[in-house]
């Protein structure tokens, strides 16, 4: 078994899926196929949970913004004890006093009560009509982000699937191979015994099955690290028994689909590119929202309130006696100057629309690349499944014939062990191109972003 390969899906995993705790539904164990498996992920991946929740609070924003250009009302209620009342003088003469004389008086009353509702609304702001447009763009950009959530979910899951059922018939060829070979082993260390063979044929014998073992063991071990790569991506707990109910080699076939290799690339439905063109869009709004913030800002308001004031704390009273007021006006705020401050603003957000062009037009070229290659990569996994399947049953007659050869001692023990070295290898070629059949396939289709349950959810 190729520990590369391993490693390969282990941190393809990792890409999408961390090691936090997953939100899971009480259940004792699963059984799923690979289909069932991604349906699960979509729901369960705390990565595909969050992006709903982004879609969510793309939502709320959006709605945050349009309410800034609806009417608010606030309400403040104002209550006034002078601890210590201020004195007013007056001349003295209002009261017959002595001319340049002043009698201290006290006008204000003790205590006091205010009560005002202040209805506003705002009539023109350049930047009011730009931040709509932006909130909806940051909702398009929070579907597309979780759009290609779930496709990166999606292509985990296939990989890690495919990844536990790969360690699973690794396991199964080794015992085989093992057992078949302690066979070989018992009889040839018979026929040692009986002087009809030399050592180093048992000797050769031991090695190869000394490395078997090693194999498997290291096979089970991968088998529980896949196993649970595959429930963290899944969102299942580690400690929940996992049965998958599909095969390797039938998933091979049911994914060899020659007519991907001759589909169009359609950039406007590639995921990368949504999210890019969004990017791009939110650069173009900033700067008209720093050319906008360059126009008046018009806003009316009218209030309406009632204060009362009395030495003592009257103003829960039936009787209490309120005066009303009521206040409208309008706003005009107009931008005049600046220092050029709000001219550098515009030139700056004006340099990201332009770096963000420039990163489009990278990410198509991008895109393409990833196409191309990707499409090579499959077709490659096709071949190669080819290949590999007729490669086998040739190692397998070699490796038989070898076996016969040695027993007759026709054939020396090293051109045994060089065959099922061969066999080995060639089994191991075989598995894999079964594995990379399924994942490249995931892996274009994330590309073309094809896969049928964005129709469905």
Do not use: C
């Not at 349906?39 to 924003?61: F, M, S």
């Not at 595959?230 to 049911?254: M, Y």
């Not at 030495?311 to 107009?334: E, H, P, R």
């Not at 062009?357 to 077709?379: A, F, G, M, V």
């Amino acid at each position: 078994m190729n520990h590369k390969l391993l490693y390969v899906w282990v941190f393809s995993i990792l890409a999408f899926a961390k090691a936090y705790p997953q939100q899971t539904t009480n259940q004792d164990s699963y059984s799923f196929s690979l289909e069932e498996a991604v349906t699960h992920g979509l729901e369960h991946n705390y990565q595909a949970i969050n992006a709903k929740r982004d879609i969510a609070i793309a939502l709320k924003q959006k709605w945050e913004t349009t309410a800034t250009g609806l009417p608010q009302i606030d309400g403040n209620i104002d209550y006034q004890y002078q601890i210590k009342q201020p004195i007013t003088p007056l001349p003295g003469e209002i009261v017959g006093g002595t001319p340049g004389t002043f009698i201290p008086v006290t006008f204000a009353p003790r205590q006091s009560a205010v009560v005002t509702a202040t209805l506003r609304q705002l009539i023109f702001d350049g930047s009011y009509i730009v931040a709509l447009e932006a909130s909806k763009t940051f909702l398009d950009f929070s579907e597309n982000a979780n759009n290609k959530t779930k496709l990166e979910v999606r292509k985990g899951i296939i990989n890690a699937y495919g990844g536990v059922l790969l360690t699973q018939e690794n396991m199964k060829i080794i015992e085989r191979n093992l057992t078949a070979l302690t066979k070989n082993l018992e009889e040839t260390t018979k026929i040692y015994e009986n002087g009809l063979a030399e050592e180093e044929d048992v000797e050769q014998l031991k090695i190869t099955r000394s490395q078997l073992v090693n194999q498997l063991n290291s096979a089970k071990r991968q088998e529980d690290i896949a196993m649970d790569m595959l429930k963290l991506a899944l969102g299942i707990n580690l400690q929940t028994p996992l049965r998958l109910t599909d095969d390797l080699a039938a998933l091979a076939l049911k994914n060899m689909d020659p007519s991907m290799t001759v589909n169009s690339l359609e950039l406007e439905k590639n995921a990368d590119f949504q999210i890019a063109t969004n990017f791009t869009e939110q650069r173009r709004l900033e700067y008209q929202l720093e050319r906008a913030k360059a126009l008046p800002k018009l806003s009316g308001f009218v209030n309406y309130g009632v204060n009362s004031f009395n030495n003592d704390f009257t103003f829960l009273d039936s009787d209490n006696k309120w005066y009303g007021q009521s206040i409208a006006g309008m706003s005009l705020s107009v931008p005049i100057f600046s220092s050029l401050a709000r001219q550098a603003r515009t030139d700056r957000a004006k340099i990201a629309w332009d770096q963000a062009l420039t990163d489009l037009d990278r990410t198509k070229e991008e895109i393409r690349l990833n196409y191309q290659t990707s499409l090579n990569n499959y077709q490659l996994a096709i071949d190669n499944y080819s290949t590999s399947k007729e490669n086998l049953k040739l190692a397998e007659r070699i490796e038989n014939k070898n076996r016969i050869k040695f027993r007759e001692g026709i054939s020396s023990s090293f051109d045994l062990r060089q065959a099922q070295t061969q066999l080995y290898s060639t089994q191991a070629t075989y598995l894999q191109s079964m594995y990379e059949v399924i994942t490249e396939k995931a892996h274009l289709e994330t590309i073309l972003n094809t896969p049928e349950f964005l129709n469905k959810n």
